[in-house]
């Protein structure tokens, strides 16, 4: 789908404003029946004949406005909400393409506000805004070309109560321009703050820091208050003066219009009908001022949308990444997530094929960074990550992934029954393929005590399931894909005695069959026959070797080890 056509009108929604345009017209014509049903009262020359043809005039127009106004409004609604259902799967699909690494907390929140209340919002603009401002200017023109018929001082009067507008308008942009933008940035730090705070409600509720006593939160809707409290303050004012001053058009209309009729240049209705057009003009006038200035905060979310739509999108390949071997080399990597803050400095590592390299080190070392930019979910700042020879660099994400399994941590589950979040490894899998992967994954037994089996609903993030049962279903997902390169990364962390063990036998199943695996393990005693050893502190690879080798160097390694064996006596 080209980007340039995404935010673009359909047929429906042109022929819905098409239908507005002419139904303002129509609405402006009835003015022009009532006048003459006044001139004819006023000379007394009103016979049936002539009340039966006005009155079947304004009944037509009556009827045609309704057909046009009902098939207009309906094309509208189908032609905005096309347009908005064409944005969305538009958005849905360049996710899939935008770098992970762009999906921070502060950026999540634009993802979330530009795929929901933008577009609503932009579809308010298409289903709403454009027609309503379309027939008000087309009748309001209309309103004043007439009046120039009847009297072209009154008529340039109101024109320039129009010019006026005009000029009211810019400074109105200009306050949505200044004050809408920043409005809407802190939409989007409220909206990742709030998704953050449901996210983690247990253990902030755990701590005693709910509701009000979240600081993050409730700064982030305080800033919105404030800035709404400002934009309202700077936008009502504009308004108001305006308001105020096109009112005022209509005492000088009546004194420039009197002076015509005491010179006999008007008769007595054309001096009424004249008069009393300021007061639905000026009417007219503030519902323009007030919508215009809606569009053009809405049109915010359009520009927001557009930040999406035109977002850099991950290295696109038409070379197949199909490596003949599978052993992976980080050469000079240097990475950071926030520019100046360096995770990762000139690390270079030599991965053997059909081995298992462990990476140990402290909290932060720069461990899981190492595993996420093998999977290619980060770009390093500086050198190349080949797998099999094969430089990642300018491979497709997709392909690279599609080469490696991965047990994290933290697993994430769909609401979906256990067999259809196992099957997202390998999509085209049989169901006893499937119950082959999670008996060896060591989930098969607690599966079938759950109330319907392979078919339980796990809730959101499967909520039903104990941290050791996500993690086995995690492992028969990564058994079922069986790619060739296997990431684990703290796998047994955070589990119970009971559940480790299971999670560590799976494991063992998981590693029978021969793949390249990297392994992150807090626990040494896990990793302690691997082929390779890395151990990573500060960013930078400090040791590296088998355990007796590490042990006999007495190093970084060394002490790690005889802190845990300290620990489990």
């Not at 929604?13 to 009835?30: A, H, K, T």
């Not at 207009?72 to 690494?101: E, N």
């Not at 240097?334 to 462990?358: C, N, R, W």
């Not at 300018?394 to 994430?412: E, H, K, P, R």
Request: with cysteine.
């Amino acid at each position: 789908m080209n980007a340039d056509k995404i935010l673009k009108g359909n047929r429906q929604f042109y022929l819905s404003c098409f239908c507005v345009m002419v139904e303002g017209l129509l609405s402006g014509c009835n003015f022009m029946l009532i006048y003459l049903v006044f001139q004819n009262l006023w000379r007394s020359t009103l016979e049936i004949h002539s009340v039966l043809k006005l009155t079947g005039g304004l009944a037509m127009i009556f009827l045609l406005r309704i057909f046009i106004y009902s098939f207009g409004y309906v094309q509208g609604q189908l032609g905005g909400a096309g347009i908005s259902k064409k944005i969305r799967l538009f958005i849905g699909d360049k996710m899939k393409r935008i770098p992970l690494a762009h999906f921070t907390s502060l950026q999540t929140g634009e993802y979330i506000n530009a795929a929901t209340a933008d577009v609503n919002s932009y579809q308010s603009i298409l289903t709403h805004k454009y027609g309503d401002l379309i027939k008000n200017i087309t009748l309001s023109l209309m309103l004043i070309g007439f009046v120039c018929t009847l009297s072209l001082p009154a008529g340039l009067i109101l024109m320039s109560e129009y010019l006026f507008l005009v000029l009211t308008l810019w400074i109105s942009v200009n306050q949505v321009r200044k004050y809408g933008n920043e409005k809407n940035d802190i939409c989007v730090e409220n909206v990742s703050g709030i998704v953050e705070y449901i996210t983690g409600i247990q253990t902030f509720r755990a701590y005693g820091i709910g509701g009000t006593k979240n600081k993050t939160v409730t700064a982030a809707m305080k800033a919105f208050s404030d800035i709404s409290f400002v934009y309202e303050a700077k936008i009502i004012p504009v308004g108001v003066i305006y308001s105020v001053l096109i009112w005022l058009t209509m005492p000088i209309i009546m004194y420039v219009v009197g002076q015509s009729y005491i010179n006999g240049e008007v008769d007595a209705i054309t001096f009424i009908m004249v008069c009393l057009f300021p007061l639905l003009l000026s009417k007219l006038m503030g519902t323009i001022f007030v919508d215009f200035t809606s569009y053009k905060n809405l049109m915010i979310s359009k520009r927001k949308i557009e930040n999406v739509i035109y977002e850099a999108e991950e290295t696109q390949s038409s070379i197949d990444f199909i490596p003949q071997r599978y052993d992976i080399s980080l050469e000079h990597i240097d990475f950071s997530y926030i520019q100046g803050e360096a995770i990762l400095k000139d690390i270079s590592l030599s991965i053997p094929h059909q081995k298992m390299t462990a990476i140990v080190g402290d909290s932060g070392s720069g461990k899981s960074t190492i595993l996420n930019l093998i999977s290619k979910f980060y770009e390093p700042q500086s050198g190349e990550i080949k797998i099999g020879g094969i430089s990642t660099l300018t491979a497709d994400a997709v392909q690279v992934l599609g080469q490696i399994s991965m047990v994290d941590q933290d697993i994430f589950l769909f609401n979906d029954t256990v067999k259809n979040n196992i099957r997202f490894a390998r999509p085209s899998a049989a169901d006893g393929e499937i119950e082959q992967a999670c008996k060896e994954a060591n989930c098969d037994s607690f599966i079938r005590k759950m109330p319907k089996g392979y078919d339980t609903m796990v809730g959101e993030n499967g909520n039903q399931l104990s941290g050791g049962e996500r993690q086995r279903l995690s492992i028969a997902r990564a058994i079922l894909k069986n790619a060739p390169i296997l990431l684990l990364d703290e796998a047994t962390a955070s589990l119970d005695v009971e559940n480790e063990l299971a999670v560590k036998n799976a494991i063992s199943n998981l590693l029978k069959s021969k793949k390249t695996v990297v392994m992150i393990a807090h626990t040494l005693s896990i990793v302690q026959h691997a082929n390779q050893i890395v151990v990573v502190s500060g960013g930078s690879i400090v040791e590296q070797g088998k355990h007796e080798e590490l042990l006999q160097k007495n190093g970084k390694y060394a002490s790690m080890w005889l802190a845990e064996q300290k620990l489990y006596k």
